[in-house]
T-cell receptor, first 112, second 114 residues
Framework: DAKTTQPTSMDCAEGRAANLPCNHS???????VYWYRQIHSQGPQYIIHGLKNNETNEMASLIITEDRKSSTLILPHATLRDTAVYYCIVRVGADSNYQLIWGAGTKLIIKP | DVKVTQSSRYLVKRTGEKVFLECVQD?????MFWYRQDPGLGLRLIYFSYDVKMKEKGDIPEGYSVSREKKERFSLILESASTNQTSMYLC?????????????FGAGSRLTVL
């Protein structure tokens, strides 16, 4: 069973920040949140992950609420090439034996 | 960058045929995974492997088997293909150890079973 809930689809204007929400209300204390995206006809691509603290890298920022029940992926300046399905995923299990629980994702459409 | 190569992007097979999907990675990663992806269902794990000759069942192993004779190669086998195995198949790898355990995916193999 998916441990995350995401909107089915979202639009965002090119150049604006895209904010993608994710609900993971049943997450456990040691379970990471990962974000991947999948551009049409390609395999998923890793974006970012976090446990408790907010994270930022060259692609995006991840904001995790204090109670860890939800998070938001932020693409600061969306481009047309950011149009993709974005998956919010919970990692369950230990480092040596883990699983990623995938949901259906959010289809993000960047409009010119 | 890790490169994960899946041998075929598109395959069309007939019901009952034996199907081999090959995945090769070039970065010495211990972990390899096979997923299938269907509309509205996200990615579902079929099998994974943490080492050569080692395999573990994922969430939906029925109708599939795997082989890992060399560290860099992980094969998915459909012994007798059926129409409900029409899907996109994705191979992924990651290293074994603490930390991010980021998955790197291949481009996918779209299988159609007639």
């Amino acid at each position: 069973d998916a441990k995350t809930t995401q909107p089915t689809s979202m639009d965002c204007a090119e150049g604006r920040a895209a904010n993608l929400p994710c609900n993971h209300s049943t997450i456990s204390g040691n379970e990471y949140v990962y974000w991947y995206r999948q551009i049409h006809s390609q395999g998923p691509q890793y974006i970012i992950h976090g446990l408790k603290n907010n994270e930022t890298n060259e692609m995006a920022s991840l904001i995790i609420t204090e109670d860890r029940k939800s998070s938001t992926l932020i693409l600061p300046h969306a481009t047309l090439r950011d149009t993709a399905v974005y998956y919010c995923i919970v990692r369950v299990g230990a480092d040596s034996n883990y699983q990623l629980i995938w949901g259906a994702g959010t289809k993000l459409i960047i409009k010119p | 960058d890790v490169k994960v190569t899946q041998s075929s992007r598109y395959l069309v097979k007939r019901t009952g045929e034996k199907v081999f999907l090959e995945c090769v990675q070039d970065m010495d990663h211990e972990n390899m995974f096979w997923y299938r992806q269907d509309p509205g269902l996200g990615l579902r794990l079929i099998y994974f492997s943490y080492d050569v000759k080692m395999k573990e069942k994922g969430d939906i192993p029925e109708g599939y088997s795997v082989s890992r004779e060399k560290k860099e190669r992980f094969s998915l086998i459909l012994e007798s293909a059926s129409t409900n195995q029409t899907s996109m198949y994705l191979c992924a790898t990651s290293y074994l150890g603490p930390g991010a355990n980021v998955l790197t995916f291949g481009a996918g193999s779209r299988l159609t079973v007639l």
